[in-house]
């Protein structure tokens, strides 16, 4: 793998696919997963997502452009790092963020200047900014928005929709600083069809 390599963390519904339009789009792929049921069955060119046809995983495992592992020390591979794990409503109907954090905890200790981490999954408000920037920063010692790049997108999935495709679905990105959604939008752009509208949020640090 190289340095412009995109790791995805969480292979479901939502990172499965943005892993692949990367690997398309001509990006180094790297997933992610806790699970090493579904990383064994992509590194075998296998799907277990009904509307991801065996073909889209192969294509790109066949390419040398995508790859799965359980092993998060290969964080530091990548030159941007992508976060689609589960946030399920909590007891109060809020979102948990256990996974969110889960995640922030593993990939912290192998966090690398220049990186950048975005979050995808549905949360609140603030989730970036506060409880992830939090487990990151004391992971691995190093500050968001001076040493690595940290940035919101929600994720683009269109469940139950035939004609839905990530790529052509509009992409919303929050930067931490403008230096954050600079990079944020960088790592995007080339995942995007030409169609594919824009819409860059001014999020100034508080
Ligand atoms: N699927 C949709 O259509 C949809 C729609 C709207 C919002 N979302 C949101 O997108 C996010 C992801 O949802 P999804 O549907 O892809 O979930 P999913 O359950 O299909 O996939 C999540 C993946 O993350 C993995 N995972 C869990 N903890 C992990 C960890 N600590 N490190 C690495 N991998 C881990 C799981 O093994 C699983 O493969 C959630 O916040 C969800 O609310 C999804």
Redesign the pocket.
Known sequence: MTSSTIGI????????PLSLQFARTGSVELG????PV?TTALMESRSYILHIPVEAVREQREAGRFAATTD?SRASECEALII?????LARHRD?DLT?VL??GK?IAPHLRPEQLVVL????CPGTTDTELREVLETGSGLEAGADFHLAFS??R???GNPQSDVAHIPKIVGGFTPECQKHALAVYGPASRPSFRWKAVAWPRP
């Open positions: 963390i969480g292979l479901g519904y939502v990172g499965l992610f997963d806790i699970d579904k998060f689609c794990v589960p946030t399920p979102p996974y889960n995640t593993a995808e999954s549905t949360t929600p994720e999935e269109d469940p």
